[in-house]
């Protein structure tokens, strides 16, 4: 085996292209994430069971199953009912569902860390539910749970490897495009490997300052 | 059509002993890949964790290599190491069977999972239960197996069954280099001509059903592991 990676460094700038590309569907996909997510644990703790139980249902259904498969069932099996998404429609539907359910259970987690003094200073005060999650919960949920929010947000920048499958052209659909046209498979999946590596170390960095700033988190990058 | 015309339509045709028989051994697959490359990974995950340990290892570069590895492989989706074990092993001329090779790339991947897992079990042994075990005269290795080990199970086993979950929902990729599993199955039923909605919608219930089983696992090791007395040490 001879390693010519002279032979695919012109593929560089494409590459990095789709990385950010990545950066921005992990970015979309996590923020709509965290909002059903936001309301999914303030049902999860303070709802009426009616309303529980389907969002119980819906956390379990796309927990317990695996990613991929919930994009091909929306990219497959809704133009049977006559509803065709574009790739990057089903991908981001997709991640953004499946992120909105595990940062349910995520987020369910932090309500718990919220003091009771507070609720109970909240209705004192007047506000409504809605106010209550938004104005008290949500700031307690931030900084308790930023940890865990931050490694999600990591783990779905290396899931939006899989938009490629449907052929969507972030960094891993790039990296196959190139593998098809130049036969240098090994240099080029090794280059997108350290991308990703690269892309993730960003991240952490970008997600640690943003904590630092805006919600005055004490936590270490690594 | 609607869903039930779809369902009515093919239901008969698509639920056969044969087909069944199919997913089946997709399902088999499916398991043997995540169960098999998680053993694995923890066996290696062991190490790695072990080998950072400066108690064990007195080698700082060897405890660097060990981080190295873990915060590596950590950070590559499961898709890139699919392929890239797939590829070098072509490169290589080794002629790997495709279950080795998505045995070895779950392996890979959950080595640096594993890893970190059991550094929070062994972190979460105070250091004091090391200090006196290397005070009176037990090696490293015996400290940690007699001493360490025991306390930290507790920490390292309900989340090393979510991680074999997790790696069972991951397999689903490896469709993409032609092992059949379970999403792979599945493919092959749609091209057969079979609707979408009906073999997708059976790979989901077949994961769903799988990945529940494994969460109740979980459920009742954590239930029985953090319940008993003996094993919470109270912090001074």
């Not at chain 1, 952490?204 to 904590?211: A, F, Q, R, T």
């Not at chain 2, 009176?136 to 025991?150: D, E, G, I, K, S």
């Not at chain 2, 086993?157 to 280099?177: A, D, G």
């Amino acid at each position: 085996m001879s390693l010519q990676y002279g032979q695919v460094l012109h593929y560089l700038p494409d590459f990095l292209l789709g990385a950010g590309m990545a950066l921005w569907i992990a970015a979309l996909a996590f923020a709509g994430g965290l909002l059903i997510g936001l309301v999914g644990a303030a049902v999860l703790t303070q709802g009426p069971l009616w309303l529980r139980l389907p969002v119980l249902g819906y956390v379990r259904f796309f927990t317990y199953t695996p990613q991929l498969v919930q994009i091909f069932f929306l990219f497959f099996a809704l133009p049977e009912f006559g509803l065709i998404l574009s790739p990057i429609t089903a991908v981001l539907i997709g991640m953004t569902l499946n992120a909105g359910a595990y940062l349910t259970e995520i987020e369910r987690a932090g309500f718990a860390s919220v003091p009771q003094a507070e609720l109970d200073a909240a209705e004192t005060l007047g506000f409504s539910r809605a106010q209550t999650v938004w104005y008290v919960i949500a700031p307690h949920v931030v900084r308790t749970l930023y940890p865990s929010l931050s490694n999600h947000y990591i783990i779905m920048t290396l899931g939006t490897s899989m938009a490629a499958i449907f052929g969507v052209e972030e960094l891993t659909g790039r990296a196959l495009n190139a593998n098809a046209i130049s036969f240098r498979s090994v240099e080029i999946f090794s280059i997108t490997a350290g991308l990703y590596i690269v892309l993730t170390i960003i991240a952490s960095v970008l997600l640690w300052l943003v904590g630092r700033w805006l919600f005055r988190v004490k936590a270490k990058v690594f | 059509m609607s869903a039930w015309q779809i369902l009515a339509n093919e239901a008969p045709r698509f639920f056969t002993w044969w087909n069944m028989f199919f997913l089946g051994q997709a399902l088999l697959n499916t398991l043997i890949a995540s169960v098999i490359g998680c053993a694995l990974g923890y066996a290696l995950g062991f190490l790695l964790a072990t080998l950072r340990l400066p108690q064990v290892m007195p080698l700082a570069p060897m405890r660097t290599a060990a981080i190295l590895w873990v915060e590596t492989f950590r950070r590559i989706p499961f898709l890139v190491l699919l392929l890239l074990v797939f590829f070098l092993g072509q490169a290589l001329r080794l002629e790997a069977p495709l279950w080795a090779v998505a045995i070895t790339a779950v392996a890979i991947r959950m080595s640096a999972l594993a890893a970190e897992n059991v550094r929070a079990g062994y972190d979460s042994v105070r250091p004091q239960q090391w200090e006196a075990a290397l005070t009176m005269n037990l090696p490293a290795l015996t400290a940690l197996r007699r001493v360490v080990l025991p306390q930290s199970w507790r920490v390292i086993l309900p989340p090393s069954i979510v991680h074999v979950l997790s790696m069972v929902k991951e397999t689903s990729l490896v469709s993409q280099i032609g092992f059949i599993e379970i999403t792979f199955a599945a493919k092959m039923l749609t091209q057969r001509g079979f609707s979408a909605m009906i073999t997708y919608g059976t790979a989901l219930m077949l994961y769903f059903c799988v990945s529940w089983a494994l969460a109740s696992l979980a459920r009742a090791a954590e239930r029985r592991l953090t319940a008993r007395p003996a094993l919470t040490i109270p912090t001074p």
